[in-house]
């Protein structure tokens, strides 16, 4: 018996552009950086472009996860002798037979360096607080000082940081001297001095 095949029928769509449908999906969507625009080439393929570039468009198949039992595999091959052993370049010499020859850089190996420069430039080295951290921060401080038992029992201790927690957030507030400074102005406080309040210092035991 045959199986009856159910056919929707075709309509033509008098509203839909075909001449702008076939551009969206030949194209490759737009680039925004302008070094990678000017380097990259329309005719060819977007995993041609990558590896000339020396890009890689799947970070999983350009750095595989290393397979325990690949390896593992491999080495009773070798053991069996179903797979020759990969000898050194000394044991090649001594042998005669020439290397492979090593596959050079991508032919527009350029870019990555110019990426990379652009990015070191925009890169801020310097580390910052969030300013809902710093808010926060501040609070804590100017009502608890250095008390950080305190701060633990506070009910606006929504996150639930024990001292450690609050001591270490603290000691990188009080790092970052273009947040801190503006703090301690705001409080009228010597700027580039600690302020001289009790500190809990032990790491055992409460005070």
Same mark, same amino acid.
Request: hydrophobic letters at 30%.
């Given at each position: 018996?045959?199986?009856?095949?159910?056919?929707?029928?075709?309509?033509?769509?008098?509203?839909?552009?075909? $001449?702008?449908?076939?551009?969206?999906?030949?194209?490759?969507?737009?680039?925004?950086?302008?070094?990678?625009?000017?380097?990259? %080439? &329309?005719?060819?393929?977007?995993?041609?472009?990558?590896?000339?570039?020396?890009?890689? $468009?799947?970070?999983?198949?350009?750095?595989?996860?290393?397979?325990?039992?690949?390896?593992?595999?491999?080495? @009773? $091959?070798?053991?069996?002798?179903?797979?020759?052993?990969?000898?050194? &370049?000394?044991?090649?010499?001594?042998?005669?037979?020439?290397?492979?020859?090593?596959?050079?850089?991508? =032919?527009?190996?350029?870019?990555?360096? &110019?990426?990379?420069?652009?990015?070191? %430039?925009?890169?801020?080295? &310097?580390?910052?607080?969030?300013?809902?951290?710093?808010?926060?921060?501040?609070?804590?401080?100017?009502?608890?000082?250095?008390?950080?038992? @305190?701060?633990?029992?506070?009910?606006?201790?929504?996150?639930?940081?024990?001292?450690?927690?609050?001591?270490?957030?603290?000691?990188?507030?009080?790092?970052?001297?273009?947040?801190?400074?503006?703090?301690? %102005?705001?409080?009228?406080?010597?700027?580039?001095?600690?302020? =001289?309040?009790?500190?809990?210092?032990?790491?055992? %035991?409460?005070?």
């Amino acid at each position: 018996m045959k199986i009856r095949k159910n056919h929707a029928r075709k309509r033509y769509r008098y509203s839909v552009n075909r $001449k702008t449908l076939n551009k969206t999906r030949s194209s490759t969507g737009k680039i925004k950086d302008p070094q990678l625009k000017k380097m990259w %080439e &329309e005719g060819q393929r977007v995993g041609t472009n990558f590896s000339e570039m020396g890009l890689a $468009k799947d970070p999983n198949k350009a750095i595989a996860i290393p397979s325990y039992k690949q390896n593992r595999l491999h080495a @009773a $091959k070798i053991v069996n002798g179903f797979v020759e052993e990969e000898l050194d &370049e000394d044991e090649l010499r001594v042998l005669g037979i020439k290397k492979a020859p090593v596959e050079e850089g991508p =032919k527009r190996g350029h870019v990555v360096q &110019e990426l990379e420069q652009l990015a070191s %430039e925009r890169a801020d080295p &310097e580390f910052r607080l969030p300013k809902g951290v710093v808010k926060e921060l501040t609070y804590f401080l100017n009502k608890h000082k250095f008390n950080y038992k @305190a701060m633990v029992t506070d009910r606006r201790n929504y996150n639930q940081s024990t001292w450690r927690q609050f001591r270490l957030k603290i000691r990188r507030f009080m790092a970052i001297p273009e947040q801190f400074n503006v703090y301690l %102005e705001q409080n009228k406080l010597p700027i580039g001095v600690k302020p =001289k309040w009790e500190e809990y210092e032990s790491d055992s %035991e409460w005070k």
